[in-house]
C-alpha cells in the first residue's frame, strides 16, 4: 500500500475510531462501508503473509534440495568406497562364510536380491480365492445415500418410509435464513 493511501486509510478510519469499544454496532452506510474496507484490509494482510511465507518456505526448500544433493553425493562417494574395501575382505578371504562387516559405527555386507515382480490380478485372484487370500470392501455411497435422507430439525428420516434412520446424527440443523457472508471487492 503506497504511503498516501496509507495516510488516507488512517484519516478515515479516524471518523470510527471507537469501533472496538463493546456495544458498538454499525448503523449507517458509511460505517458498513467503513467495516467492509477494514475486512478487506485483514484479507490483503493474510494474503500478503501468505505470500512471504510461500517465498519463504520456496527458499527454505530449495536450500535444503541442495543440501541433500550434496549429502547424497557424499554418501554415494563413501558407499562406493566401502564397496571396495567389502570386496577386497572378500578376496582376501577374511569374512569367511558371513555376508557383513561390523565395525564399529556400522557394518558393511551384501544381502540377497529380491526378485521384482510384476502380477495380472484378473489372472491370479481365482488362485488366490483358493488359499483365502482375497477380501471383499464394501463401502457406502454417501452422496448417493444422502438424496433418501429427510432431515427435521436434529433427526434423520428415510424419504420413502418416514422411518428414523439410526446411524445419521444431526450435528448441525438446517436454517431457513442460511448464512451470512461478506464479499469484498
Known sequence: MAVLEKD?????????DDAKQDGWEIKSDDAANWALRKIKQAEQNIA???ELVKREI??????????DQDDKASINFFT??????YKELTDKGRLGKRKSYKLPCGTIGTRKKQAILER????????????GLTETVE?????E????IMVKGYQAFDVETGELLDGVTVVE?????????????
Open 8 to 16: 488516507l486509510m488512517q484519516f478515515l478510519d479516524t471518523e470510527f
Open 48 to 50: 500478503n503473509r501468505d
Open 58 to 67: 520456496e527458499r527454505i526448500q530449495r536450500w535444503a534440495e541442495q543440501a
Open 80 to 85: 562406493v568406497a566401502l564397496q571396495g574395501y
Open 120 to 131: 495380472d490380478d484378473e489372472k491370479l485372484i481365482p488362485l488366490a480365492r483358493q488359499y
Open 139 to 143: 463401502k457406502l455411497k454417501w452422496a
Open 145 to 148: 445415500f444422502k438424496k433418501k
Open 173 to 185: 440443523k438446517e436454517e431457513e435464513d442460511g448464512n451470512f457472508y461478506v464479499k469484498t471487492e
